[in-house]
């Protein structure tokens, strides 16, 4: 229509939706539509923002014709029901060569579907992780966009006005086409997880071994967070751990109930790695270890045993040093489990992802922003053919470093009766790499002798059977 002028509109004006809006609306260059289901949150928003220049409307038909072609809108509503609700009106209305982008948090099954309906029409439909939470959305978050290459000449430059910085760079690329940039966020969620109980770890570590007061945990992270552990996360807990709770004094991280939620897209990252056989033993102990958390009567039970956890052995300073580097291996581990997952996905899904790029894109706007980042990315972009991030020169040479260190804090813990399944499993998985031979050769034969499932030897080619039933 003539009076279209908007290049970019948000439908949906709750928190992520509106702050999303405001984002776009204060870049140079955007125009910004806006509608909402309920017309009474789109007049809140444009009334609260009139800086924004919002051009606001009440029914999806005005809200379409105030778009500028190709007519690029931005889906901001609850994932589900809601998102496919919008979706449809939306593709009722616009034309071939419109962009309609699912910036929620979807399953990337979902988004694939979505995708594999809507191509057809030629309207692009692109599904885009957005990450960085509320904050995130209103100054600079880490977009992961999905979709036909051909949608990303018009979203490109649009989302990269409004991404975080990090480096002078924008944090955002075209991760691949369809589901790729749901899976891809979904993998970032994961690796938060994993990030999140690692360092939950070291905290009880420091805790409940070493003796220290949530305030002095606050002041070791500090100084960690100047070197190679630096991240959003760190600084996230310094803050947490030296707050004190108003009403009673105590530290704040002593009043919150011990029972971790979660919202389900660390559980997607589990169950995708299940299905494609790649081991992510660290984003899983960090699922399992929120709902072991939250099974307060299996913890009753057991508590009501009166089994005593072990007097924690003496340490000293050096403990601080160890639990860092058993931190740090730990974390190196997380990622080259979470990479694996996305080569493993592109492969299976047929996206061809720059890991590289992925890499920077989270260095910035997202919960896993860091340092270590930048690291990873040279890695892959100096050898994209990595068996794992492990032989990567920078990460080997740190786990060498640490992993006495690693191993010492794993023995400690034990001794102490503090559980680390985190740390635990990131060092079993290191070993399950390093070792020669591992008891897979026993599980072969036991394959074998129940089920006639065959093995291979390794002195020459070829499927062998044994005929078991003389062994018995
Ligand atoms: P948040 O968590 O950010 O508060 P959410 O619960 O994920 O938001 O999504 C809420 C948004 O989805 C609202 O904008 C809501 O519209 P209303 O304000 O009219 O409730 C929108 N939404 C949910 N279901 C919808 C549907 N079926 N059609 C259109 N919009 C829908």
């Known amino acids: 229509s003539n009076d279209a002028k908007a290049n970019i509109g948000v439908v949906g004006m709750a928190v992520m939706g509106s702050n999303l809006a405001r984002n776009l609306a204060s870049r140079e260059g955007n125009t910004v539509a806006i509608y909402n289901r309920s017309p009474e949150k789109t007049h809140e928003v444009a009334k609260n923002h009139p800086e924004a220049n919002f051009v606001a409307s009440d029914t999806i038909d005005e809200f379409v014709a105030s778009l500028a072609k190709p007519r690029t809108a931005i889906i901001m509503v609850q994932a589900g029901a809601g998102t496919d609700a919008v979706i449809e009106q939306l593709k009722e209305r616009f034309e071939p060569g419109d962009i309609i982008v699912d910036g929620g948090n979807a399953n990337f099954h979902d988004t694939i579907a979505r995708e594999a309906k809507i191509a057809p029409t030629g ?27 051909e949608s990303y000449e018009t979203l490109g430059p649009i989302l990269a006005s409004i991404a975080a910085v990090a480096e002078g760079e924008a944090c955002v690329t075209h991760v691949g086409t369809d589901g790729a940039g749901h899976f891809v966020k979904m993998i970032h969620n994961g690796i938060e997880y994993a990030d999140m109980e690692l360092i939950g770890e070291a905290y009880d570590l420091l805790r409940n071994v070493a003796g220290y007061t949530p305030a002095q ?33 105590k530290p704040f991280v002593d009043i919150v109930t011990d029972q971790a939620g979660s919202k389900g897209t660390g559980v997607w990252t589990v169950q995708t790695a299940l299905d494609l056989g790649v081991p992510v ?6 699922v399992f270890g929120r709902a072991v958390s939250s099974k307060r009567n299996q913890r009753d039970a057991v508590r009501a045993l009166g089994i005593e956890r072990p007097t924690a052995p003496r340490v000293d300073d050096s403990f601080v040093d160890d639990v860092a580097k058993a931190l740090y291996a730990s974390k190196i581990v997380a990622y080259a489990q979470g990479f694996d997952a996305i080569i493993a996905g592109a492969e299976k899904y047929g996206w061809n992802i720059d890991k590289g790029a992925v890499a920077k894109i989270w260095r910035g706007g997202c919960i896993i922003r860091a340092q270590f980042l930048n690291v990873l990315a040279d890695a892959y972009e100096t050898n994209p053919n990595l068996a794992t991030l492990l032989e990567a020169p920078y990460f080997a040479q740190a786990i060498r470093d640490g992993e006495e260190a690693w191993r010492r804090v794993v023995i400690t813990a034990t001794q102490a009766g503090v559980p680390v399944p985190g740390f635990a499993t990131a060092l079993s998985y290191f070993d399950s790499l390093n070792v020669d031979r591992l008891p897979a050769a026993l599980v072969q034969g036991q394959r074998d002798f129940f089920g006639a499932h065959t093995y291979k030897r390794v002195d020459k080619p070829g499927t062998f059977h044994t005929l078991w039933s003389g062994d018995r």
């Open 217 to 249: 945990i606050s002041e070791i992270f500090a100084t960690w967070n100047r070197g190679p552990l630096n991240s959003y996360l760190i600084e996230i807990t310094i803050d947490i751990l030296k707050h004190v709770d108003a009403e009673t004094g």
């Open 123 to 149: 309207i692009h439909f692109v599904g885009a992780g957005i990450s960085g939470g509320e904050e995130g959305a209103l100054k600079g978050p880490s977009i992961m966009p999905g979709g036909t290459a």
């Open 281 to 286: 033993g660290g984003v899983a102990e960090a």
